[in-house]
């Protein structure tokens, strides 16, 4: 079944158009690997296959309901102060929210409120929890500890700052928040770049 559709696709920057009439389909399943000298429009057409950058002309179409993770070939130039098992954990950002809701229904319901509305935020409370759980919200630590361990990424830098890894370790970190959402269709921009032979 095809995954990703690309037909007739162009892209000007407004001095002449990068790239036109680009077409291609991707089965599930199946790799491709974009190849061409600097300049080309590798990234920006990831970057439309992603979304990022506007279509001048043609059309993507991607599997309704498939979820699509994107490294950016930059990720090691972004900033970002929080441990980096914080940012493994942005891949969860719906069950995090929901993690955020129940840890706050429960300090509600530990403050004291009247009986009506305690049954209210306890029902409430209770789905809650059913839903998180349903979604794989106690799975969360044991997916990302599966991911460090496959990416070989060291696990004394969980709780250092983002900030203060290397190229390559930012790299392998952005690496692996992409693979934790589970992604249908995953893109790729140049994902050796800082990374040494081992982490290849």
């Given at each position: 079944?095809i ?13 002449g158009k990068?790239?036109?009439?680009v ?5 599930e399943?199946?790799s491709?690997?974009i190849?061409?000298p600097?300049?080309?429009?590798k ?6 296959i992603?979304g990022i950058e ?11 309901g ?6 950016d070939?930059?990720?090691s ?5 929080r441990?980096?098992y914080?940012?493994l954990?942005d891949a969860f950002s719906?069950?995090?929210e ?5 840890n706050?229904?429960?300090?509600k319901?530990?403050s004291?409120?009247?009986r009506i509305?305690?049954?209210?935020v ?8 059913e ?8 799975d969360?630590?044991t997916?990302?500890?599966?991911v460090?361990?496959?990416l070989?990424i060291?696990?004394n ?8 890894l290397?190229g390559?370790?930012k790299?392998l970190v952005?690496?692996?928040k992409?693979?934790l959402?589970?992604?249908d ?12 032979l081992r982490?290849i």
């Amino acid at each position: 079944m095809i995954i990703l559709d690309v037909n007739k696709l162009e892209k000007d920057f407004g001095y002449g158009k990068l790239f036109e009439d680009v077409s291609f389909s991707l089965n599930e399943g199946e790799s491709i690997s974009i190849v061409g000298p600097n300049g080309c429009g590798k990234s920006t057409l990831l970057k439309l296959i992603a979304g990022i950058e506007r279509i001048d002309g043609g059309q993507i179409s991607i599997k309704k309901g498939a979820k699509v993770a994107y490294l950016d070939q930059t990720g090691s130039s972004i900033k970002d102060d929080r441990p980096v098992y914080e940012v493994l954990k942005d891949a969860f950002s719906e069950l995090k929210e929901m993690e955020q809701e129940i840890n706050s229904l429960q300090k509600k319901m530990e403050s004291g409120i009247e009986r009506i509305e305690y049954d209210k935020v306890l029902e409430r409370y209770c789905n809650l929890m059913e839903r998180f759980s349903m979604a794989g919200g106690y799975d969360m630590e044991t997916n990302i500890n599966t991911v460090v361990e496959g990416l070989k990424i060291d696990k004394n830098i969980l709780n250092q700052s983002y900030n203060d890894l290397s190229g390559g370790e930012k790299t392998l970190v952005q690496l692996g928040k992409a693979l934790l959402i589970k992604p249908d269709l995953i893109l790729l921009d140049e994902p050796t770049n800082h990374l040494d032979l081992r982490s290849i």
